[in-house]
């Protein structure tokens, strides 16, 4: 079973930026595609962003477009999240998860294996 570890998350004010990592406990095979969901308090997981491994596509949710980049690293295996202009809403636990089938990369069903998380808050 692949596990992620998440890096990067913090604390800082509104306009910064943070560059999340999300490095795999061992090369998966397969993978169809990596991605990036975040969960607020009291609210539900959402989709941020995800990237084919395979080709050049990027998908990103309303709520990060023009602020955040995703991209990857194929030959560590790594994935980051480039956070720049940062607000308080984005504030939330940041997840990395993969998945290894085609399909939708926003839904969080389609995702086999997750990362614990790490912490990012915004202050205002």
């Known amino acids: 079973q692949v596990q992620l570890r998440e890096s990067g998350g913090g604390l800082v004010q509104a306009g910064d930026s943070l560059r999340l990592s999300c490095v795999p406990s061992?090369?998966?095979?397969?993978?169809?595609?990596m991605g990036w969901f975040r969960q607020a308090p009291g609210k539900e997981r959402e989709f941020v962003a995800a990237?084919?491994?395979?080709?050049?596509?990027?998908y990103y949710a309303d709520s990060v477009k023009g602020r955040f980049t995703i991209s990857r690293d194929n030959a560590k295996g790594t994935v980051y999240l480039q956070m720049n202009n940062l607000k308080p809403e984005d504030t939330a636990v940041y997840y990395c998860a993969g998945k290894t089938s085609g399909g939708s990369v926003d839904s969080i069903s389609e995702y086999g294996y997750w990362g614990q998380g790490t912490q990012v808050t915004v202050s205002s």
């Open positions: 061992e090369r998966a095979l397969n993978t169809f595609a």
């Open positions: 990237i084919r491994w395979r080709a050049t596509f990027t």
